[in-house]
């Protein structure tokens, strides 16, 4: 149990529709990290976001964005969703000390 | 840009075989290294990391990594695996100059063991 929870676990879209994941985490840490995990893939870092605001973003483009909320819960919201955005969502948040990142279990998104 | 390299895509073993699963990086100043592991419908799970010291870093589940700076590697080690230990393997690196928790991971080893 890493203590960050991550829901829906499954999620189908069509193409072109919105989305948006959510991330809750018990760690009293104010940073939350967000990656894309495509199939057969490691993680891609997508963004960061510390103290509600972002604070470092990977090789996304800006249909990708985020909120990060005081009691630590996180979004990720896609707009115009395209095929090649199916992948696994995952959702970190630092250790109390930040010595290590924890990890939601994910959400699989398909997009049809 | 850093870049993490995982050699071995696919690993099958017999139980008792021992492990090791190559991970070299990229990038020429201090880095961070962990070794991540994802059993099959589970989150992601930290094995093992380095930040400094003794470069040879023992983790959970009889894992061991060994940094070698001048070989950019950081190669995943495990004398006798078990069945229990099938799962996806990930060597991730973090530049802490950069002032955030950005982990780059590498694709990822698949490890088999059968009985």
């Known amino acids: 149990e890493t203590g960050v929870t991550q829901s829906p676990t499954h999620l189908i879209k069509t193409r072109g529709q919105q989305v948006t994941l959510r991330c809750s985490s018990q760690?009293?840490?104010?940073?939350v990290s967000w990656y894309q995990q495509a199939l057969g893939q490691g993680p891609q870092f997508i963004f960061q976001?510390?103290?509600?605001?972002?604070?470092g973003r990977g090789n996304f483009p800006p249909r990708f964005s985020g909120l990060q909320f005081p009691n630590y819960s996180s979004e990720l919201n896609v707009n115009a969703l395209e095929l090649d955005d199916s992948a696994l969502y995952l959702c970190?948040?630092?250790?109390?000390?930040?010595?290590?990142?924890?990890f939601g279990q994910g959400t699989r998104l398909t997009v049809v | 840009a850093q870049s993490v390299s995982q050699h071995n895509h696919h690993v099958i073993l017999s139980e008792a075989a021992s492990l090791e699963l190559g991970c070299n990086y990229s990038?020429?100043?201090?880095?961070?290294l962990f070794w991540y592991v994802q059993y099959p419908g589970q989150h992601l799970q930290l094995l093992l990391k380095?930040?400094?010291?003794?470069?040879l870093v023992k983790g959970i589940k009889g894992f061991e990594a060994e940094f070698i700076k001048s070989k950019f590697s950081f190669n995943l080690r495990k004398p006798s695996v078990q069945w229990s230990d099938t799962a996806e393997y990930f060597c991730?690196?973090?530049?802490?100059?950069?002032?955030?928790?950005?982990?780059?991971f590498g694709t990822g080893t698949r490890l088999q063991v059968f009985p």
């Open positions: 970190a948040s630092p250790s109390g000390q930040a010595t290590e990142a924890f």
């Open positions: 760690s009293g840490h104010n940073t």
């Open positions: 976001y510390y103290r509600e605001e972002e604070n």
């Open positions: 990038y020429g100043g201090t880095v961070n």
């Open positions: 380095y930040f400094s010291g003794d470069p």
């Open positions: 991730a690196v973090n530049v802490p100059t950069y002032n955030t928790d950005k982990l780059i």
